[in-house]
């Protein structure tokens, strides 16, 4: 075991919190007003002697008779978890502009059946919801397990339009990721049970989606692969003829030749990020009159464009995945 690196904190009444190995020292008032029920329902007491303990630091910060608490295994929260649960109740309030997944995270640590902080849960829901329901190219599809345990609180709850979001979220990322095998190995991937001594990301990386769920995200790559290659290989028309002309020019090489390389007929969502960012500027003889880049006015509406178009996909892909909504 060893001390955390940054929350080994004074006061009078911190405590020991033990995660995955790893010793916090926190403040409990802090942690009891935010969750009454924590350490009754999520904390057991360690199955060892804190005099031992004191061993493992040649400081001697650990101090004999200081209460402690292991965070149950069957709770499934990870070091990853507890230190956003911890930043958020002793650094920062909750940040608007931040991104997808650390809400995402904040929204299962502190979930009712995890360590059950009841503000926090509500404002990280209230803070990603509408980006997982209506804004597609907002949503963090790189952490596949994540949105998997996402996915499972929320079918905790009666809030379907954000479990069926989750859901399709969950397959969509299935769909990218190369660690992803849809050969049926004979565990389902819902089953996230954690043997004893095993980490919560050692027992995911184990996981294997079953054959129902490869068959959907089967299904579902080629139906989104079948509805986006004819888009893409499209180069888009502008307001104003010359605008167009400078997206045609560079079509070939910045937009359909990267999604070829980079598996982007399958993966919208990053080609459609990718193509709202990129410079469209383009090298033109001198005197020829050509423009060197489409105008701001083409520009932003180009950009809007491809936002629509990736709501349009994830609107689809409600059927696609069963949603039916």
């Given at each position: 075991m060893i001390k955390h690196d940054k929350y080994w904190l004074d006061g009078n009444d911190a405590v020991?919190?033990?995660?995955?190995?790893?010793?916090?020292?926190?403040?409990?008032?802090?942690?009891?007003?935010?969750?009454?029920?924590?350490?009754?329902?999520?904390?057991?007491?360690?199955?060892?002697d804190l005099h031992l303990m004191r061993g493992l630091f040649r400081d001697n910060t650990l101090v004999d008779g200081k209460p402690s608490f292991v965070i149950k295994t069957e709770i499934g929260v990870s070091k990853a978890d507890f230190d956003?649960?911890?930043?958020?109740?002793?650094?920062?309030?909750?940040?608007?502009?931040?991104?997808?997944?650390?809400?995402?995270?904040?929204y299962i640590v502190s979930a009712p059946s995890k360590c059950d902080f009841k503000e926090i849960h509500h404002a990280a829901m209230n803070s990603f919801r509408d980006q997982v329901l209506y804004r597609p190219l907002e949503i963090?599809?790189?952490?596949?397990?994540?949105?998997k345990r996402a996915s499972l609180v929320a079918g905790e709850t009666s809030d379907f339009k954000l479990r069926n979001a989750l859901s399709k979220a969950l397959y969509y990322s299935y769909t990218i990721h190369p660690d992803i095998s849809f050969e049926e190995k004979g565990v389902d991937s819902?089953?996230?049970n954690i043997a004893s001594g095993e980490t919560l990301e050692d027992s995911l990386k184990s996981v294997q989606i079953s054959g129902s769920e490869a068959a959907l995200s089967e299904r579902l790559?080629?139906?989104?692969?079948?509805?986006f290659s004819p888009i893409l290989f499209q180069p888009p028309g502008a307001l104003h003829m010359e605008c167009t002309d400078v997206y045609a020019g560079l079509w070939m090489e910045r937009?359909?030749?990267?999604?070829?390389?980079?598996?982007?007929?399958?993966?919208?969502?990053?080609?459609?990020r990718r193509l709202r960012e990129l410079d469209w500027k383009r090298e033109v003889d001198a005197g020829s009159g050509d423009r060197t880049e489409p105008c701001n006015e083409c520009l932003q509406?180009?950009?809007?464009?491809?936002?629509?178009?990736?709501?349009?996909?994830?609107?689809?892909?409600?059927?696609?995945?069963?949603?039916?909504?």
């Open positions: 020991i919190i033990i995660v995955d190995g790893v010793l916090y020292k926190v403040n409990q008032s802090l942690l009891s007003r935010q969750s009454p029920q924590f350490f009754d329902i999520c904390c057991r007491t360690p199955k060892l956003s649960l911890i930043a958020r109740l002793h650094e920062s309030p909750l940040e608007s502009d931040a991104p997808f997944l650390y809400w995402l995270r904040l963090g599809f790189d952490d596949w397990e994540l949105l819902t089953n996230l790559m080629t139906l989104v692969s079948d509805h937009a359909v030749q990267p999604a070829f390389d980079g598996d982007g007929m399958a993966n919208p969502f990053a080609t459609l509406q180009k950009k809007i464009e491809w936002a629509e178009e990736a709501e349009t996909i994830w609107r689809l892909m409600d059927d696609w995945v069963g949603n039916g909504n």
